[in-house]
């Protein structure tokens, strides 16, 4: 009885982590499609979905790095972008592994699984809208959105699972940082650039 419920919180663990770091992936995140840490989802599946449904591609991330884009103080480096990425959905699929365990059947937990799912809904449409379209005026409205949508989700994953909600914690600030460099880039510069 014990090895077989070791068994399914171990299967449950993957699965949460799997779905978190596919989600990045079809992203497009640099951490988990081309760059270094690439390797740790890199199956023929992964590869399929992250060349067809990236939403984030080398020329999109390279696109703020340019001469002729004005960024905001303590717009992130390049090189950061790859391992933040990789730790945050990696927290993010140990969040998710939480929620499950917590037990889905409860009215609370599933409320904080909701926010979780919303949360990620508004982190694409974020990346959407940065990334692809540079409408930044959409993309800070939705990094607005996405602050509020964590910061409820970290509330209420917290009532059902401290270390749940502590693992939100880190996205929560993260997701904060990008609702600063959006604003920043939006008011130094006019978009859509043609760099």
Not at 30 to 35: G, V
Not at 39 to 58: A, C, H, K, M, W
Not at 144 to 158: F, H, K
Request: include cysteine; aromatic fraction near 16%; glycine fraction near 8%.
């Amino acid at each position: 009885m014990a090895k077989k419920r070791v068994g399914t919180v171990f299967l449950t663990l993957i699965i949460a982590l799997g779905v978190c770091l596919l989600a990045g992936y079809i992203s497009g995140y640099p951490a988990l499609s081309k760059y270094p840490f690439g390797f740790v989802i890199d199956l023929p599946v992964g590869n399929y979905l992250g060349e067809n449904f990236q939403v984030i591609s080398t020329d999109a991330v390279s696109y703020f790095y340019s001469d002729q884009i004005a960024r905001p103080v303590f717009f992130p480096p390049a090189w950061v972008l790859s391992p933040v990425w990789l730790a945050l959905f990696a927290l993010m699929g140990l969040t998710l592994f939480f929620i499950i365990e917590a037990g889905i059947r409860r009215g609370e937990v599933m409320l904080g699984l909701i926010l979780f799912i919303a949360q990620i809904a508004f982190l694409m449409a974020w990346e959407y809208n940065f990334f692809l379209t540079h409408t930044m005026f959409f993309a800070l409205m939705f990094a607005i959105a996405l602050t509020a949508t964590l910061l409820c989700a970290v509330i209420q994953i917290a009532r059902v699972s401290v270390p749940g909600g502590l693992l939100m914690v880190p996205c929560l600030l993260w997701v904060i940082y990008l609702a600063y460099f959006t604003w920043g880039l939006m008011m130094l510069n006019k978009f859509p650039l043609n760099v």
